[in-house]
C-alpha cells in the first residue's frame, strides 16, 4: 500500500510542504526525512519583536526542525544559532548545537531576549564567518552537505552598514539564502533591504505581519530546504569570487523608486520593485471597483485615478500588451444589460471601461444602482460574474477592490471558492478606513500579504500598491489553487454579439479529478456535537468538497469510504457490501445520508479518537476493497478530543511508523486549535475550524492538501 495519510479535521495551518513544493515547480519533491542540508539561522532579539512574539518564534523553530532528522550523519540535517540584537551571540557551531533533537531544543530554549531597539546585522554576520563557516573541524560545517542560511528580523537593521561586504561573502558560501520579514514594520521599512540581503532574488523573501501567521513560514521554509537539498548545482563560489553588493532588477522594467512617502501620515513605505516583466504576462484581468455606500466620492475619485493614473500606466510603460482586462462596478450586485458588457479591452483601450464606473446607473431590485447608494455584496456580485456568459480561462484574475466585507461575508468566501476552483486567481485590496486587509483575506488565493492588499492610501500617486497588485499577478503561477494537468472536457457556451452563436470553450478538471486515492472520511458524532452539525458536516462534505465533477470517482480514480464514529467506528449498523469504498456518487451520497440520518442515533460514549484510528487501520487501510496501488487517505473530523489522549497519540505513531501521515482537524467550539496537534506528521498537517459554519472557510487549503498527495 501506497503513503498513508491520515486527516482528523484540526488546528488551522498553511499548505503543505508537498503542496508548497509542487506549487513552486519543483520537479521531485524531497523526502523531509533524508534532508542533508546545514541551515544557519541568524535571529532578531531585538524589541522590533515583543517577548511573548520572541517564545513563539522559538517554539515555531522547535517545530520545524523536528521536520528533520537531526545530526551529523548523512542525511541529517544540522541547525547553528546567531541571534543579533544590541550586540550578536554566538550559540555554538553546528557540531555542538544539534548532534540530536534535544540538544537543538535546549539551544533553541536558551535564545536570549535583548530590550534593545537595536538590530547590529554586522556583528552578526561576522560570527557567522567565524564559528559557523570556518574550515575549522570544530564548526561541524560540511563540505558535502548543501546549505542554507535564514536570517528572520522584525525591523531594519542598524550597526556598521559594512554588513554588505560580510553578507555578500557569506552569499558566495551558502547555497542559498533566504530571509523572514517578520513584523508590519519588516514589511514597511526594510522589505528592499532584505531583497538586497538575499541577493536581490525576491521569491528569497517571505514576509508575514505578526506572530498569528507563523504558521505560514514551515511549508515556505521546508520548501526551500527540499529546493536546496535535491539542488545539483555546483558548491557556491569561494570567498575570494568577485560579486556585487548591489541588489538586482530584472530589466526593462519602469518605475523603480525606492520609497514614497503619504503626506497625509507623514510615514515612508518601502515600495517594492516589480518581481517579474508584465510583459510576459498573459491573462484575463477582471477588475471590480466597490461603488457602494460605504464609497464616498472622494474614495471614489482615488479608486478611479489609482487605476488610471497609477497602475494602468505602469502596465502600459511595462508593455503588459499580452493583458486583456475587465472593469466591473458593483455594490449589491452589477448592472451588466449594456450591449458589449463583457467584452475584455487591451490597455490601450481601457479607457471607455473606466467611464463606466461614473455612469453605472441603473434601478437593480429596490436598490438604485448608483455610486454610493447601495450596500456591498461581494458573494452576490461574484456569483453574478461566475453565472454570466464571461469564462475566465485558469490563470485568470479577479482584482476585488472593497471598502467593507458586506452583511453575508460567508456567501462571499463560498463564491470566492467556486472561482479558485476553476483555476482563478483572487487578489483583494481593502480601501478606506472602515476595513483592513486580514478581512478580505479568506477570499483571497492565499490567505497572505501577496493576495490580500491593505489598500487604505489608494489614491492617483499610490505606486507601493501599483506594485503590490503586478506583483501579485506575477506570483500566481507558484500559487494555483487547482493545477491544470489533468485532460480538459470540451463545454458548449453560447455568447451574445450581434447573433447568438455557439462555440467551445475548453475548462480543465479540478486537480481532485486527477488524484487516484482510497479516501476515508470519519465524521465525529459524539456528544461532543449535534445534529444540526453533524448536518452542517454532512452537507460540507457532498455539496462541496465532493460536488459533482470535482473528484473522478471510479475505481481507475478516487474511491471514498464515508463513516461515523464516537466510541468506535460505526461499521455494523451500515451495509457497506464487499467495499467499504464508493466509486460512484449515488453510492457516495448514499453513506453520506446515512451518517446525516442515523449517525447520533448509534452513537456510543465517550469519543475515542484511538478506537477511529484503530478501526481504519484494521477495516479500512488495505481492506475491505482498497486498492493496492493507490494512496490511502482518512479525513476525521473531530469535535472533541480523546478521554484518553495518550492512547490517541500513540496509535497515531503507530500509524506513522508504519507509513501513515496523520493530519487532524478539530472542529469547535469544543476542541482547540491546539488540542489535537500531537496526532499530526507535523504543524501543518493540522487543521482547524472554529465551528462547522467556518468549514468553508478551510475548503482552499483542505483542497490544495489533497491535491498535493501524490
Not at 19 to 25: D, E, I, K, L, P
Request: proline letters at 5%; glycine letters at 6%.
Amino acid at each position: 500500500m501506497h503513503v498513508v495519510q491520515v486527516i482528523l479535521l484540526a488546528n488551522f495551518g498553511g499548505s503543505l510542504a508537498q503542496v508548497m513544493t509542487n506549487q513552486s515547480c519543483v520537479s521531485q519533491p524531497c523526502s523531509l526525512g533524508t534532508s542533508f542540508v546545514d541551515i544557519a539561522l541568524v535571529i532578531d532579539t531585538s524589541t522590533s519583536i515583543d517577548r511573548t512574539y520572541f517564545q513563539a518564534i522559538q517554539n515555531f523553530i522547535k517545530l520545524w526542525a523536528s521536520d528533520y532528522s537531526i545530526g551529523p550523519g548523512s542525511n541529517q540535517v544540522q541547525f547553528g544559532f546567531i541571534t543579533y540584537g544590541l550586540w550578536a551571540a554566538s550559540y555554538g557551531t553546528f557540531s555542538t548545537a544539534s548532534d540530536t533533537i534535544a540538544t537543538l531544543n535546549s539551544v533553541v530554549d536558551d535564545l536570549a531576549y535583548q530590550p534593545y531597539n537595536e538590530r547590529n546585522i554586522f556583528d552578526a554576520l561576522t560570527k557567522v564567518s567565524n564559528n559557523l563557516v570556518s574550515t575549522d573541524s570544530n564548526s561541524g560545517w560540511r563540505d558535502n552537505s548543501k546549505h542554507l542560511m535564514v536570517v528572520f528580523s522584525g525591523d531594519s537593521f542598524t550597526g556598521p552598514s559594512t554588513w554588505r561586504n560580510v553578507a555578500v561573502n557569506l552569499r558566495m558560501q551558502f547555497d542559498r539564502v533566504v530571509a523572514l520579514g517578520l513584523t508590519q514594520k519588516a514589511v514597511t521599512n526594510q522589505y528592499l533591504e532584505l531583497v538586497e540581503f538575499v541577493g536581490g532574488d525576491a521569491s528569497n523573501v517571505f514576509l508575514i505581519g505578526g506572530p498569528t501567521e507563523l504558521k505560514y513560514i514551515i511549508p515556505w521554509l521546508e520548501f526551500q530546504v527540499c529546493d536546496v537539498s535535491s539542488s545539483s548545482a555546483s558548491s557556491p563560489a569561494s570567498p575570494s569570487s568577485p560579486s556585487s553588493s548591489t541588489a538586482t532588477t530584472p530589466p526593462g522594467i519602469t518605475s523603480t523608486t525606492t520609497a514614497t512617502t503619504i503626506p497625509s501620515t507623514s510615514t515612508v513605505i518601502t515600495m517594492p520593485p516589480i518581481a517579474c516583466h508584465p510583459a510576459n504576462l498573459q491573462m484575463d484581468v477582471v477588475i471590480m471597483v466597490d461603488i457602494s455606500n460605504g464609497v464616498n466620492q472622494q474614495l471614489l475619485d482615488n479608486e478611479v485615478a489609482f487605476l488610471n493614473n497609477t497602475f494602468f500606466y505602469e502596465l502600459s510603460s511595462n508593455n503588459a500588451s499580452n493583458l486583456r482586462l475587465l472593469i466591473i462596478p458593483y455594490s449589491t450586485i452589477y448592472d451588466d444589460g449594456a450591449q458589449n458588457f463583457y467584452d475584455f479591452a487591451d490597455i490601450s483601450k481601457i479607457g471607455s471601461q473606466l467611464r463606466r464606473i461614473y455612469d453605472s446607473k441603473a434601478d437593480v431590485g429596490s436598490c438604485p444602482f448608483d455610486v454610493g447608494n447601495c450596500p456591498i455584496d461581494i458573494g452576490a456580485s461574484l456569483s453574478q460574474l461566475y453565472t454570466s456568459d464571461v469564462v475566465l480561462q485558469p490563470s485568470s484574475t479577479i482584482v476585488l477592490l472593497a471598502s467593507a466585507t458586506g452583511a453575508d461575508f460567508a456567501s462571499a468566501i463560498q463564491s470566492a471558492a467556486d472561482w479558485k476552483r476553476r483555476g482563478v486567481t483572487i487578489i483583494t485590496v481593502a480601501i478606506g478606513n472602515n476595513i483592513k486587509a486580514a478581512d478580505l483575506a479568506p477570499l483571497a488565493l492565499q490567505p497572505t500579504q501577496t493576495f490580500a492588499l491593505d489598500g487604505s492610501a489608494i489614491d492617483a500617486s499610490d505606486e507601493t500598491l501599483s506594485h503590490y497588485i503586478i506583483n501579485a499577478l506575477c506570483a500566481y503561477k507558484d500559487y494555483t489553487f487547482y493545477p491544470t494537468l489533468p485532460p480538459p472536457t470540451t463545454i458548449p457556451i453560447t455568447t451574445t454579439t450581434t447573433t447568438t452563436t455557439s462555440t467551445t470553450t475548453t475548462i480543465p478538471h479540478p486537480c481532485t479529478y486527477s488524484l487516484r486515492l482510497d479516501l476515508t472520511v470519519l465524521v465525529d458524532v459524539s456528544n461532543d456535537i449535534d445534529q444540526s452539525e453533524v448536518s452542517t458536516v454532512v452537507n460540507f462534505l457532498g455539496q462541496q468538497l465532493f460536488a459533482p465533477g470535482a473528484w473522478f470517482l471510479d475505481k481507475a480514480g478516487t474511491q471514498v469510504a464515508s463513516a461515523a464514529y464516537s466510541c468506535d467506528v460505526d461499521e455494523g449498523n451500515f451495509d457497506f457490501g464487499s467495499s467499504y469504498y464508493s466509486q460512484t456518487y449515488d453510492q457516495l451520497n448514499n453513506q453520506l445520508h446515512y451518517i446525516q440520518v442515523n449517525g447520533i442515533g448509534n452513537a456510543c460514549s465517550p469519543l475515542s479518537i484511538a478506537n477511529a484510528l484503530t478501526d481504519f487501520e484494521t477495516d479500512f487501510s488495505n481492506a475491505h476493497g482498497a486498492r493496492s496501488d493507490a494512496t490511502d487517505v482518512v479525513l476525521l473530523f473531530a469535535a472533541g478530543v480523546d478521554t484518553d489522549m495518550t492512547s490517541a497519540i500513540q496509535t497515531a505513531k503507530r500509524l506513522q511508523q508504519n507509513g501513515n501521515i496523520v493530519v487532524p482537524f478539530a472542529v469547535g467550539p469544543n476542541v482547540g486549535a491546539n488540542d489535537l496537534q500531537q496526532l499530526a506528521y507535523n504543524q501543518t498537517y493540522s487543521l482547524y475550524a472554529p465551528n462547522v459554519d467556518h468549514l468553508g472557510f478551510i475548503l482552499p487549503t483542505l483542497t490544495n492538501l489533497l491535491c498535493g498527495i501524490h
